[in-house]
């Protein structure tokens, strides 16, 4: 299991970073090909991986199942029979001076040991709690990996990108993505709706090594239920529990609204238009796509600055994520957007293929450059567009995982159960009383340093009880 | 909020630092001349005495060092990879000085000091940064929880693989006189046992820990992020070595394998993972 485990940490895995799986193909095609055949980028839901889930499943079943019965056996049997030979045992000594049973007996008894009385014997035994934890342990083990997957069926994560302003309404059709586990029913997700009002991210302004260190982000939301509306907080770290699920706050960026009028002066486009940050300081690239424009279809792309400063080579970068001194800057394109294809199409992505670059760099127009509350002309009387205000955006995540709870009770189960079997002590104590000489003995499970120590305070305290 | 980061503070926690490093080179000179002696006069132990004595001195120091760090970068000095390692350092030496009781731990003098002095070193020339705030992912008191018991996990792994190596070396029949001297086999394996018995269940807290911090930090509370997926191998590891040590006929050589392999994986997961994979954990500072 621990070895099947290696190569999802070697290959990238398309769970957790899609973009280097997306680079390793782009990079090597026919080694990736031959990966991906062995579901190397998928490790953690492959074929092979499940069944070494399963083997684990079974073989743990296996194991524990007859033990327990062993187990079950040896605590309603008495302690073992006394040996013929206690010389033979690891600890064995010789009594000082007679003693009665009855006194061996009470003192084993109030050492917490099992004990029988076999002739002229005492039998002894403890630390079953040795095997129960074991035992335990196990089956927590079990428990888990059944939480797992029953929990894993159930579940449900869908991402939304929300702008500040904007209201997220909880069902399938609001998600910008969604992933359900294979039990998952539709009639899980509760009807609520999640208002972003405000979303502050606080950076680092005091420290030199530090600035632009993102400090905190907060997340100000209203949530609606069929009842009842209520404020609530949504940081990272800090989930806001909402009918059926929790919201997680996973991302960030900024959505600058713009206005677009076409050649003809009709509004086309209006809104904020979520940009995707690109770097630490928040250089982020925004795609509009105007598709009613008249007399041609526009397509912008769009680079956004919130503290811009110009490079040597001529080129802007951003030098801190706040907007200090915001400036977006436009790639324009004409021509067909590709829309009415039927095709469903990334809406964070333009496909320039059937599209001529009318403004931008090595275009016969420069590209655009606004500030808060400017507006500039397309080229070539296509119209014109305006940098009205900027918002922020959050990514939200929400996710429900009815197994959570679950593997979190069973694993301090575990632990607990696993820290009593290791710390327990199993251990055999045996006392004789011969004609000629009364024998002490022991034996433990595994190797016991104090065993021979034991023995001896035991003998002395039912020598001093006889006496 | 109002965080004030200190770098001053920590160029003097560097020096104490550098200090502890200083006093651990002179306790690893005097724990080898110990070593030496044991081949004239198993009975003389004038030299280790002084070096357990200067071994507390580094650790004083450190710890002086470790904290001024943690002043200077106003949180828990644990948050990047020179802070994990020096914390890392600092608890190996505590672990050990307060297991001095065990009998036969002396037997390992020179690798624990030796292994910190190498921590220290590694820390101090490659993994060095500035202080800076932690990302707000990692603002978390399941920081503190899950990372302290993760270091104590390292601390009591880190001493038993000493007891492996011995344990591995006087198998061989390597080191003539000197390893007669150490403590017997049956007694290396067993020391080694109860250290990665604590570890193991400490590792195991890590990982609860670790997942319920994940729960909250990323949604989900396993994800297979690749520093998830080390944790989680080294667990299993770790359980088969007791395994290992609970089956007969498995324990001895191939147990003591499966733990420096363990360990192995320790250190693996804290330098290769964190510096060269992919994953949500890395947090090099590099
Ligand atoms: C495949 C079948 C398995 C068998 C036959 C089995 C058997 C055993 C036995 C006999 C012990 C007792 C050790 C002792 O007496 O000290 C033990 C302990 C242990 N097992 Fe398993 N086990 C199995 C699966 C697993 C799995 C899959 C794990 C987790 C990776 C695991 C983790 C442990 C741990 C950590 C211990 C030590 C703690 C204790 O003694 O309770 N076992 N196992």
Same mark, same amino acid.
């Given at each position: 299991m621990a070895l099947a485990a290696v190569p999802g940490s070697v290959?990238?895995?398309?769970?957790?970073?899609?973009?280097?799986?997306?680079?390793?193909?782009?990079?090597?095609?026919?080694?990736?090909?031959?990966?991906?055949?062995?579901?190397?980028?998928?490790?953690?839901?492959?074929?092979?991986?499940?069944?070494?889930?399963?083997?684990?499943?079974?073989?743990?079943?296996?194991?524990?199942?007859?033990?327990?019965?062993?187990?079950?056996?040896?605590?309603?049997?008495?302690?073992?029979?006394?040996?013929?030979l206690l010389t033979r045992m690891p600890v064995h000594q010789i009594g000082s001076k007679r003693v009665s049973l009855e006194a061996a007996r009470e003192v084993l008894k109030q050492r917490g040991f099992r004990v029988a009385v076999q002739g002229n014997s005492v039998s002894a035994e403890k630390g079953y709690l040795k095997e129960t934890g074991n035992l335990v342990f196990h089956y927590s083990l079990l428990a888990v990996l059944i939480a797992v997957g029953v929990g894993g069926g159930f579940s449900y994560s869908g991402q939304r990108v929300l702008v500040e302003g904007e209201t997220f309404v909880n069902n399938l059709a609001?998600?910008?993505?969604?992933?359900?586990?294979?039990?998952?029913?539709?009639?899980?997700?509760?009807?609520?709706?999640?208002?972003?009002?405000?979303?502050? /991210?606080?950076?680092?302004?005091?420290?030199?090594?530090?600035?632009?260190?993102?400090?905190?982000?907060?997340?100000?939301?209203?949530?609606?239920?069929?009842?009842?509306?209520?404020?609530?907080?949504? =940081?990272?770290?800090?989930?806001?529990?909402?009918?059926?699920?929790? /919201?997680?706050?996973?991302?960030?960026?900024?959505?600058?609204?713009?206005?677009?009028?076409?050649?003809?002066?009709?509004?086309?486009?209006?809104?904020?238009?979520?940009?995707?940050?690109?770097?630490?300081?928040?250089?982020?690239?925004?795609?509009?796509?105007?598709?009613?424009?008249?007399?041609?279809?526009?397509?912008?792309?769009?680079?956004?600055?919130?503290?811009?400063?110009?490079?040597?080579?001529?080129?802007?970068?951003?030098?801190?994520?706040?907007?200090?001194?915001?400036?977006?800057?436009?790639?324009?394109?004409?021509?067909?957007?590709?829309?009415? @294809?039927?095709?469903? =199409?990334?809406?964070?992505?333009?496909?320039?293929?059937?599209?001529?670059?009318?403004?931008? =760099?090595?275009?016969?127009?420069?590209?655009?450059?606004?500030?808060?509350?400017?507006?500039?002309?397309?080229?070539?009387?296509?119209?014109?567009?305006?940098?009205?205000?900027?918002?922020?955006?959050?990514?939200?995540?929400?996710?429900?995982?009815?197994?959570?709870?679950?593997?979190?009770?069973? @694993?301090?189960?575990?632990?607990?159960?696993?820290?009593? @079997?290791?710390?327990?002590?199993?251990?055999?104590?045996?006392?004789?009383?011969?004609?000629?000489?009364?024998?002490?003995?022991?034996?433990?499970?595994?190797?016991?340093?104090?065993?021979?120590?034991?023995?001896?305070?035991?003998?002395?305290?039912?020598?001093?009880? @006889?006496? | 909020m109002n965080i004030v980061l200190n770098e001053e503070l920590s160029q003097i926690s560097l020096l104490f630092?550098?200090?502890?490093?200083?006093?651990?080179? /002179?306790?690893?000179?005097?724990?080898?001349?110990?070593?030496?002696?044991?081949?004239?006069?198993?009975?003389?132990? =004038?030299?280790?005495?002084?070096?357990?004595? /200067?071994?507390?001195?580094?650790?004083?120091?450190?710890?002086?060092?470790?904290f001024l760090r943690g002043i200077a970068a106003n949180r828990v000095p644990w948050a990047n990879m020179y802070e994990f390692a020096i914390s890392s350092a600092l608890m190996i030496l505590t672990i050990y000085l307060m297991s001095l009781k065990v009998k036969g731990i002396g037997s390992v003098a020179t690798f624990v000091t030796g292994f910190t002095l190498v921590t220290l070193f590694a820390a101090v020339s490659l993994f060095y940064v500035e202080v800076k705030t932690i990302m707000p992912a990692l603002q978390s008191y399941w920081l503190v929880i899950h990372v302290v018991v993760a270091i104590m996990a390292v601390g009591f792994f880190a001493i038993a693989a000493g007891f492996h190596i011995f344990y591995l070396i006087k198998d061989a029949g390597w080191g003539g006189v000197i390893m007669s001297r150490m403590p017997d086999l049956k007694q290396l394996e067993r020391i080694a046992y109860r250290f990665n018995m604590v570890g193991f269940v400490s590792w195991s807290f890590t990982l609860i820990a670790g997942a319920i911090w994940a729960e909250r930090a990323w949604h989900r509370y396993w994800g297979w992020d690749t520093k998830e997926v080390w944790t989680f191998i080294i667990w299993v590891v770790y359980a088969g070595y007791l395994h290992a040590m609970a089956t007969r006929g498995w324990s001895g050589r191939r147990a003591a394998w499966l733990g420096l392999i363990g360990f192995g994986a320790v250190i693996f997961n804290f330098v290769i993972v964190n510096l060269f994979f992919k994953g949500l954990h890395v947090y090099s500072g590099l």
């Open positions: 290959y990238p895995q398309r769970s957790a970073d899609p973009n280097g799986v997306r680079l390793y193909f782009s990079q090597q095609p026919e080694l990736a090909a031959v990966l991906d055949s062995l579901q190397l980028f998928d490790v953690y839901t492959s074929v092979w991986f499940s069944a070494i889930y399963i083997l684990l499943f079974v073989s743990l079943v296996g194991c524990v199942i007859p033990r327990t019965k062993v187990h079950y056996n040896a605590l309603r049997a008495k302690p073992v029979k006394t040996p013929e609001s998600y910008d993505a969604f992933s359900p586990g294979p039990l998952f029913f539709e009639e899980e997700l509760q009807p609520y709706s999640l208002t972003l009002n405000k979303f502050n /991210v606080l950076y680092d302004l005091q420290n030199p090594a530090n600035l632009g260190q993102p400090i905190d982000f907060i997340a100000e939301v209203t949530v609606s239920t069929t009842q009842e509306t209520s404020e609530g907080i949504v =940081r990272v770290n800090h989930p806001l529990p909402v009918p059926g699920a929790n /919201v997680y706050l996973t991302g960030n960026g900024f959505a600058p609204v713009i206005t677009v009028r076409d050649g003809e002066g009709n509004v086309a486009y209006t809104g904020p238009v979520v940009y995707l940050p690109q770097d630490g300081n928040m250089t982020s690239i925004g795609v509009i796509k105007v598709p009613d424009a008249n007399p041609e279809q526009i397509g912008m792309i769009s680079f956004f600055y919130p503290t811009v400063t110009e490079l040597e080579s001529g080129a802007y970068t951003s030098i801190y994520p706040d907007p200090i001194d915001p400036l977006l800057t436009f790639n324009v394109y004409t021509g067909d957007l590709g829309l009415d @294809s039927g095709i469903p =199409r990334n809406v964070y992505a333009l496909d320039v293929s059937d599209m001529e670059l009318v403004a931008g =760099r090595d275009a016969p127009n420069p590209a655009l450059e606004l500030r808060i509350g400017e507006s500039a002309a397309l080229p070539n009387g296509l119209g014109t567009v305006s940098f009205d205000g900027l918002l922020r955006f959050a990514s939200l995540d929400v996710a429900f995982n009815p197994g959570g709870i679950w593997v979190l009770i069973f @694993s301090f189960i575990a632990l607990f159960a696993v820290v009593i @079997s290791l710390s327990v002590v199993r251990r055999r104590v045996w006392v004789r009383i011969g004609d000629e000489r009364i024998e002490y003995a022991g034996l433990a499970r595994g190797d016991d340093e104090q065993l021979e120590q034991i023995v001896t305070e035991i003998k002395e305290e039912i020598e001093g009880r @006889s006496a | 630092v550098s200090a502890a490093m200083g006093f651990l080179s /002179v306790a690893l000179l005097l724990f080898a001349f110990q070593l030496a002696k044991l081949k004239d006069d198993p009975t003389e132990t =004038r030299f280790e005495k002084v070096g357990f004595w /200067v071994l507390g001195v580094a650790t004083l120091v450190l710890a002086v060092g470790v």
